[in-house]
């Protein structure tokens, strides 16, 4: 079987980093705690610090719990917060310094510079819109750098109901896994209505790329794997646009998920992965297919 391996597959920068800076942590508990200089603090991550269940158990069996609400972090007394690679609201951020436990932001720079964008135009009196998926916590921590209520826009139908004061400026950003021609087309229904808007196009290059890759490769395959946790959003989007490519897409987590009937005339299988998935699932997957099909 000839397997086609998307060249972007797999862990972006800003995951590689915030998985990278939980596990530079564990290393050194480990190392203070074999000098025998004192107890380690614990090691936290505000939510998920990626969405990919495999990554997270991980790190929970090395001893780093997930805070899944404001609730746990306010009955911390001590320990090490790291925050998720999708960034935090800015008061949950104040609020872990303001509690003296160690704060080690590994929000991903690309979405950090979204929270100062929409921090500064907020402050200059501009309404904010997201184009994204309302209840995503990147989305949420990005309404939390707003001065004023941010709304959250996802469909035409979410776009041509919306009706901003008179006279009232808009600045619009994007989650930056959003699909970038679903952006364009929201954006575009804004500009037809005679908004006085600004657009920041704040979809990452990464997500992009992988998107453009995907459709190439379902297109020519006889099917096509989806690889990334059911949580995360940039991994849905793959599969979206791989199915309307390839009728025969599947989605997986793991290798454990994948159940693939392949008719005998199949000779070419692509395989993508979201920006969350570790090498090492992408590699099984790929070898299975290989030498199993």
Known sequence: MEVI???????????????????????????????GNGTPKPIYTYGPIIHNEYVVNDLEKKGVRV??????????TEGTVIIRSHG????????????????????CPFVKRIHNIVQKESLAGKKIVIIGNAGHPEVEGIMGWSATPAAVIESAEEAELFSPKE??????????????????????????????????????????????EAKDIAAKVDAMIVIGGKHSSNTRKLYEICSRECACTCLIQTLDDLHLELPEAVRLVGITAGASTPNKLIEEVQNYVRINF
């Open 167 to 212: 006279g009232e400026k808009l600045c619009v950003v994007s989650q930056t896994t959003f699909n970038y021609n679903k952006f364009q087309e929201l954006v575009e229904i804004f500009q037809k209505k005679g908004y006085d808007i600004s657009v920041v196009n704040t979809i990452c290059n990464a997500t992009e790329e992988r998107q453009t």
């Open 88 to 107: 935090v609201p800015g008061r949950i951020q104040e609020k872990i310094e303001k509690k003296g436990l160690e704060c080690i932001d590994a929000t």
């Open 67 to 76: 805070l899944e609400s404001e609730a746990d972090l306010d009955a911390l």
């Open 5 to 35: 391996l998307a060249k972007s597959a797999g862990f972006c920068f800003g995951v590689k980093r915030a998985v990278d800076r939980v596990y530079e942590q564990i290393d050194a508990a480990a190392r203070k705690a074999a000098e």
